[in-house]
């Protein structure tokens, strides 16, 4: 394994994470036929019939359209042969349609935890632990039981 492998990776995942923060879903698509595989393979349990490369476009669409302030800061990358490790903070403000839920105003804040792998220089798989309870909580699509 090259040396210059996880460095390389790095740059890959700098650029899909700086068009995410863009806001502008154009860019993060155009960021996602650059740097995933077409047929990426998403671990992550998603609501929507799409697969591959086309998954994580319909998931940043609906989460641009819904929080058009996105942000997503990351707190810890790990980088090791051919996967990166990065724990992030997401953060915005409910502006659009989600989950069936109009609009409310309200400002958000939850944990993410992701896993790329990577061939050829671009993402050929992911999986992801989301704080979806943390996402329902604020919106107040459920109430804090266990807060």
Known sequence: MSATRP?????????LHEAVNSGDAELVFKAIDEVVDPDVVVRTPL??????????????GRLLRAFPDLH???E?????GDKIVYRNTVTGTHQGEYMGLAPTGRSISYNEIF????????ITET????????????LGIISGAFS
């Open 127 to 138: 999986w992801g632990v989301v704080d979806v309870l943390s996402q329902m909580r604020q």
């Open 7 to 15: 460095t390389h990776d790095l740059g890959v995942f700098a650029r």
């Open 115 to 122: 896993i790329f792998r990577f061939a050829d220089g671009r």
């Open 76 to 80: 810890d990358v790990i980088a090791e």
């Open 47 to 60: 609501p929507i019939d799409a697969t591959g490369a086309q998954a994580l476009k319909e998931v940043f």
């Open 72 to 74: 997503i800061a990351v």
